[in-house]
């Protein structure tokens, strides 16, 4: 069984497992509100008090050996993720951006961010130690700040009444069987969901014109312009058509 650690009110989930893990195996960190909640690259990541799901789960990799591919647990989340979200809300497009944000369809036609993971690793020189992975979902947000109101969304604001202790549960549930499955199963599935293939790509800050070849086994997206060829991880921003 995961340990299970839930606060009304924390600086950062992510932040309070990193804390904990070097004396526990596993465990699971939720909070109804944080005070310093992390995005990639810096970012805040906020939410009404209450209303959304943050949930960290982190590892102790030196009392678990067998899960030893941490692209796993991006890959794994994601799937967990999406597929929570699909039995929420049945009626809703939703697909994963690369790397890690899931995006669902709303009614305009457009797709908007409903859950965004953050994976943070410590290593000692190239042997992971201990891998924290941390979910935001939006889940109960009547509304988002003006400077995100047009890329955010929650399950509330596509029409559904989602009770976030249930929601929280049965994602917590899909964790306690997370050495259970296999890593390449888990690697194809969540390609095809991203489904990147061939998609024109801008990265951050240029408006250069990348195509996406293939996405590479430790989880990099290789691209390719019609002189240069590059390869992106999780720590930088494209876009791209869906
Ligand atoms: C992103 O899309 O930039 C990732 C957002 C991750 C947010 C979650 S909320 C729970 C956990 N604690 C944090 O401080 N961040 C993650």
Redesign the pocket.
Known sequence: MIKNYHFTRI?????YARQIIENESEVI?T?DH?T??????E?Q?Q?DFGA?????YAVNHKKIATFKNILSFLTSTSLMVINTLREFAPKTEFIIKYP??ILARNDKDRFK?I????TEHIFQGNIPLISII???VNINQKEFPPYISSIACSLAQLGYNVNLSTFTNILQDKFEGLYLQDEIELFEKWKSEINIKGKLVTRDGSNKIWKAEEILLDGRLLISSDTDKAIIDDGETIRYGM
């Open positions: 600086s950062s989930t992510n932040d960190v909070a944080q310093n909640g992390r995005g990639r690259k970012r990541w939410g959304n799901l943050f949930f960290t890690n944000d961010k859950s965004g993971i953050l941390g979910i935001g």
